[in-house]
């Protein structure tokens, strides 16, 4: 019946701008997100000087673009969402939901380069450069990743995650390291050093992974460092990787915007 009787004053006189932000409001309680943002268009664009307009329109389409993301529609919610951040460029709520969709669209690489756009800006945190280290990681980029936790960690040395994931990072210098070890063994040296630089990208702070690699690049004989290891038994396993899962990222849920 608001809609209704909002429709009726603006037939009689046009010029009324607060029904239109009145029948908006209207429009949200029905969740018709697509009105409620076409009322609030109007009413800006005879009042462009309304910051208040504005921010309710950043608003209605975060509302819209959440229902969009809880819908699975990730690909519309991203093109609300852009939108959202085209009004308000400098809030970064906006931005985190942009970087969900683009990870639930598999777009890893359009994810790093929105990232690296806010670091840029100077609006890292913590939380950022996890998720930015999760991506390097995922590309195998593991010096790029092994700096983005460090960052972090100077964000807040406490951090759970970040000290989590770094231990994972010093996990697999010690596989790749055992890698090398069973590639030396069996004389495949140019493999083994290739395995430990990979054990040094991921846990640069490791002197041990240095001497391996300098005795090993030297041309001298790697299974003297590596002690007492079969030559039969050893089989590579498979490397593992940090989960990209948008529901593992903690920052995914610091991007909720209050009206």
């Not at 009105?35 to 109007?42: H, P």
Request: charged share 20%; aromatic share 10%.
């Amino acid at each position: 019946m608001a809609v209704l009787f909002f429709s009726r004053a603006l037939h009689l006189d046009p010029q009324l701008v607060d029904f239109y932000v009145f029948r908006a409001e209207a429009f949200i309680q029905l969740c018709d997100f697509s009105s409620a943002l076409q009322n609030l268009r109007r009413a800006y664009s005879y009042q462009p000087d309304n910051t208040k307009y504005l921010e309710r329109l950043a608003f209605v389409l975060y509302l819209q673009g959440q229902c969009l993301y809880e819908l699975c529609d990730f690909q519309e919610a991203l093109y609300v969402f852009l939108q959202a951040s085209d009004l308000q460029p400098q809030n970064p709520s906006f931005s985190y939901r942009c970087i969900a969709c683009l990870l639930a669209l598999k777009r890893h690489q359009d994810c790093l380069s929105l990232i690296t756009r806010e670091v840029k800006q100077g609006r890292a945190s913590a939380d950022v450069y996890i998720l930015r280290a999760r991506i390097y990681n995922f590309f195998q980029k593991a010096k790029l990743c092994y700096q983005d936790l460090r960052s972090a960690l100077l964000f807040d040395p406490m951090h759970p995650q970040a000290k989590g994931l770094l231990q994972m990072m010093v996990d697999q210098a010690k596989q790749s390291l055992q890698d090398a070890s069973i590639l030396a063994v069996q004389g495949k040296l140019h493999r083994a050093l290739r395995r430990i630089s990979c054990a040094i990208e991921n846990n640069p702070l490791d002197p041990n992974l240095f001497l391996f690699r300098y005795q090993g690049g030297g041309g001298l004989a790697l299974p003297q460092i590596c002690g007492a290891v079969s030559r039969e038994s050893l089989t590579l396993p498979r490397p593992q990787f940090l989960s990209l899962a948008p529901d593992n990222l903690h920052l995914l849920s610091t991007g909720v915007m209050t009206s």
